[in-house]
C-alpha cells in the first residue's frame, strides 16, 4: 500500500490509492486477508447498494470495517429541471449512515426529466443561469446528507451552442462559490478534450486546486474520430502526464483506478494502480 499523506482538503483526507469495489472480485476480497489487499481504499457506485441488504451488503460491510469507502453516484441528475430526488437522496443518506464514508461524489451532468432516467450522463449547456441553478443545488444537497459534495467532471462528446464558458470555468466557479469539492477524471479531461479538440493541460491548470480532493484514471475507447469513456482498458499513455499534472497542482491526493467493463484479474488492476506511483514518483524525482 501506498504511504498516505494526512493533510485535509476541504476537511476530507487524503485517502492514498484505491480501487471500484466491483462484484467480480468480491470472493477474492472476502477470502484474503485485509493486509493482503493491495488497495489503500474503495469506491462503490452507490446507486448498486443502495437499500441492498444481502451479499453485495455483506461485502461492503467487511470491506468499510479494514478500509475507508467513498461512495460514487450515477443518479443525483444535479443539473436536471426536475425537482431533486428526495426517495434517492433518502436512501444516499441512509446508506451514508451505514458506511461511513470519506465523501459522496457525483457528476457534474443530468441523467433525466420528466421523472424518465437515461441511465447516462449528459452534459450541461455551460451558461450562467445552468451555473446558478447546479449552485442551488448543491448547496441543497449538502444540507440534505450534512457534508461537502464532490462533483466529478463528466466525459462528454457535444458541446451546446449556447455555452458561456468552458467546463473548467463552471467547475471552478461552482466550487468556489458552494464550497463543494471536485473530482478531477483524467482520463474524463482526455476524452473531453479529444473530442473538442481541447488543450487538456490548460483545463486541469485552470481548475481551482484546493478543491480538488480525488482523481480518478481510467481507460477509454478510441473509435479513431473520437474517444468513448468506457472504463475497458488500462490507463492510455496520454493521460499519465495529466495525473501527474494533477497530483502536482494540488501537492499529493486520492488516486482511484476504474474499470468497469471487461474487468481483469484483480492482481492486474493491482498491477494497473501501481503505475500510478510510478508516476507520481518520476514528477517528484523531476521536480527534486
Known amino acids: 500500500m501506498t504511504t498516505r499523506q494526512t493533510r485535509a482538503r476541504l476537511g476530507l483526507p487524503h485517502l492514498g490509492d484505491g480501487l471500484g469495489l466491483r462484484d467480480e472480485h468480491f470472493g477474492h476480497l472476502m477470502r484474503t486477508p485485509p493486509d493482503q489487499w493491495g488497495a489503500d481504499w474503495f469506491e462503490i457506485i452507490s446507486e448498486n447498494f443502495i437499500g441492498h441488504h444481502g451479499w453485495a451488503a455483506r461485502v461492503l460491510e467487511h470491506v468499510a470495517a479494514h478500509r475507508p469507502v467513498v461512495m460514487h453516484g450515477v443518479s443525483l441528475s444535479i443539473g436536471s429541471t426536475d425537482p431533486l430526488d428526495r426517495a434517492y437522496l433518502k436512501g444516499l443518506a441512509e446508506l451514508a449512515e451505514r458506511v461511513k464514508p470519506a465523501w459522496i461524489s457525483d457528476h457534474l451532468c443530468w441523467t433525466g426529466v420528466g421523472g424518465a432516467n437515461s441511465h447516462d450522463l449528459l452534459p450541461m449547456p455551460l451558461t450562467e443561469g445552468a451555473l446558478a441553478h447546479v ?148 514528477r517528484e524525482a523531476a521536480v527534486a
Open 135 to 282: 449552485s442551488d443545488r448543491v448547496r441543497a444537497v449538502q444540507d440534505i446528507l450534512g457534508r461537502p459534495l464532490v462533483i466529478e467532471n463528466p466525459s462528454s462528446y457535444l458541446e451546446f451552442s449556447a455555452s458561456q464558458m468552458p467546463e473548467w470555468a463552471f467547475l471552478g466557479r461552482l466550487a468556489e462559490d458552494t464550497g463543494c469539492g471536485l473530482l478531477l477524471d483524467c482520463n474524463n479531461v482526455h476524452v473531453s478534450a479529444f473530442n473538442h479538440r481541447l488543450d487538456p493541460v490548460a483545463y486541469i491548470e485552470a481548475l481551482p486546486a484546493d478543491h480538488i480532493v480525488q482523481v480518478h484514471l481510467a481507460g477509454p475507447s478510441d473509435c479513431g474520430d473520437h474517444l468513448m469513456d468506457t472504463h475497458d482498458h488500462p490507463v492510455p499513455d496520454a493521460v499519465w502526464p495529466l495525473y501527474a499534472l494533477a497530483q502536482r497542482r494540488t501537492g499529493g491526493v486520492s488516486t482511484l483506478l476504474e474499470w468497469d467493463a471487461s474487468i481483469p484479474p484483480y492482481e492486474e488492476l493491482l498491477a494497473e494502480l501501481a503505475k500510478a506511483r510510478l508516476h507520481r514518483d518520476h
